[in-house]
């Protein structure tokens, strides 16, 4: 599986690669206008394979299981952000560059109305995207409510995209060649279809495939689980640890989806499948107050974060609500009758906030199940692990054979960190733990 796994990676790496550098290559074939300096052919280049990259985000985003199954969405969201900033520093590089080189491209016109097409566009694009980067990485700091925030990100990625080709199209120095204004009228018709193909396409499937609210149940530590059965069809199947994107007020074409991990048991009857969710303000403050009955819009499932790698122990390392897919792979297994060895560090706060702890411990009793709770906060009298999860605290709970045990981490994006990095000083090797990083923005 894992070798199969590095073989898809390897093909949509280079997949992707082809689909930026290919356009830049095919500014060098046939007819080539008069040559210009260096400084000015690099800023050009630079600003052509920026926008090959901004109109790839698309499809980054839009979730085909063959190309994000191999990493895991949480992986593609994280590498969607990354390549974001990278484009757009080589699209504001580009007239930087012109600029420091003294163009006359760049060169003020007497009036505004003497400004060519071209570059008013320029100019739209850049705007646009230097306020798309300032909304995506300040958004909580500006206190921008996450759809309004999605909807414009969408929007200001359009603007950005659709100027910089009609800014291409007016300059027209590299774009004269009939083949070469053919080849981004094509990619730009392949970016609008990779658009339509997640707000319409997938939609219109997903509308004929709803879910029903069965039950609304409150969990400890402000959590709500919902429990959804498929409405008029068999549902999906899905691995423990996946996830799936949550619709519930209004139909799949509305803008925003929230992505959840399944909490229920893989094995579970009838296509019923369980989200558990604990308020941490916006969506989540309201999921307690949905009523049962309600129609809901499931579209998945997500993810590479799932058992069934063949090793010796699993150990499951949770942290508040990471909990959650960590709880869908503890009942699978006991559905299932399997009786490898687990190993569960949960932390959190304080006693009262551990969700599902009295059904952890009674899972006990049908697997080879060990708990470690670890608080932060614990109550006068507490005898168990207290603080951080660390690499003395693996030490202490776990066989000494560590890099021969599968280990799953979700939680905070700081504690993930610090325990990879002693699972890094226990000399675990990378490809034996798998992290889960819920904050997609």
Known sequence: MQSRDLVRKAVWSVIYLLFI?????????????PARNFGTEF????????????????????????????????????????????????????????????????????????????????????????????????????????????????GLALVAIFGGVLHMIGWGFYLTDPFKRTLWICMTAFWV??????????PLFMIRRPYRIAEVRAERGDTTTLVMQPDGHAGFRFKPGQFGWLNVWGSPFRITGHPFSFSSSAEAANGRVE?????????????????????????????????GHPTDMHVLIAGGIGITPMMSMIRSLADRGDQRPLVLL??????DSLTFRE????????????????????????????????????????????????????????MMDAIETALGEMKVPRIRYHSERYSFV
């Not at 550098?21 to 206008?33: D, H, M, V």
């Not at 279809?193 to 997938?202: D, E, H």
């Open 21 to 33: 550098l290919a356009p830049l290559f095919a500014l060098l074939t046939g007819t080539l206008p």
């Open 193 to 202: 279809a990779l658009l339509l193909y997640v707000r319409l396409f997938k």
């Open 275 to 307: 989200m558990t969710i604990r308020n941490l303000g916006d969506f989540t403050s309201q999921v307690k107050t949905i009523e049962t009955g309600r129609r809901v819009y499931l579209d998945g499932p997500y993810g590479a974060f799932t058992i």
């Open 346 to 351: 949960y932390s959190g706060k304080t006693w």
């Open 43 to 154: 800023s050009v280049a630079l600003g052509y394979s920026g926008l090959a990259m901004m109109g790839l985000q698309f499809g980054l985003t839009a979730r085909f299981r063959h190309v994000t199954e191999p990493w895991g969405e949480d992986v593609i969201y994280h590498f969607h952000r990354r390549v974001s900033l990278l484009a757009v520093s080589l699209v504001v590089a580009h007239p930087l560059i012109l600029f420091a080189i003294r163009s006359d491209k760049v060169a003020m016109p007497g009036s505004l109305l003497e400004v060519p097409w071209g570059a008013w566009f320029a100019f739209l694009s850049i705007g646009s995207v230097i306020v798309l980067v300032i909304t995506a990485l300040w958004r909580k700091q500006l206190k921008i409510r996450y759809e309004l925030w999605h909807l414009s990100h969408i």
């Open 359 to 414: 059904e952890l411990d009674a899972l006990k009793a049908r697997l080879d199940l060990r708990i470690v709770y670890v608080l932060s906060d614990p109550p006068e009298g507490w005898s168990g692990e207290v603080g951080r999860i660390d690499a003395a605290m693996f030490r202490r709970h776990l066989p000494p054979e560590f890099a021969d045990h599968e280990y799953f981490i979700c939680g905070p994006d700081s």
